[in-house]
């Protein structure tokens, strides 16, 4: 069977065409797993959070994260004798959004955070607290194995 140039230019733009539609379903599947749900919210309160960061720095010591692989848990340690009256630590992972998790903080110096349900790798931490009345707000990041 002979197929005349008419016909396959026909045939190439048809399948073009069907493999474009094809790919545009494909990619309303796909969830691209933002770090940040309501990245909208968090550029409207940007001043409010830089002074937040500010707070932060202008501490005499920063808080720490350390993994401690005996016990496989997370310390979230303030600096000196701060003690969060009350805040709370997001914990992510830029490569899905599945795992993250938030945890509530209290009047402590330092918190424990069991690591069995962090996978294995780098996690980050966003942490807010309010301390002797002024709102503190610092990042960090710790490696799980």
Avoid at 14 to 29: E, K, N, P, Q, T
Avoid at 35 to 58: C, G, H, P, S
Wanted: include cysteine; charged fraction near 25%; proline fraction near 3%.
């Amino acid at each position: 069977m002979k197929l005349n140039w008419g016909t396959g230019i026909a045939l190439t733009y048809g399948f073009f065409v069907l493999s474009m539609i094809g790919v545009v379903c494909a990619s309303h599947r796909h969830d691209p797993g933002l770090v940040q749900k309501n990245y909208y919210d968090l550029d409207l309160n940007y001043q409010a959070r830089l002074e937040k960061k500010q707070n932060a720095a202008a501490l005499d010591a920063q808080p720490t994260l350390q993994y401690k692989a005996e016990g496989r848990s997370v310390t979230l340690r303030f600096p000196g004798d701060m003690t969060a009256t009350e805040g709370t630590v997001k914990f992510y992972r830029p490569a899905t959004t599945r795992d993250d998790f938030t945890i509530a903080i209290s009047e402590k110096n330092s918190v424990d955070i069991s690591a069995e349900r962090m996978a294995p790798g780098r996690w980050y931490a966003e942490c807010e607290w309010d301390a002797a009345g002024k709102k503190y707000y610092w990042e960090g990041s710790v490696d799980v194995y």
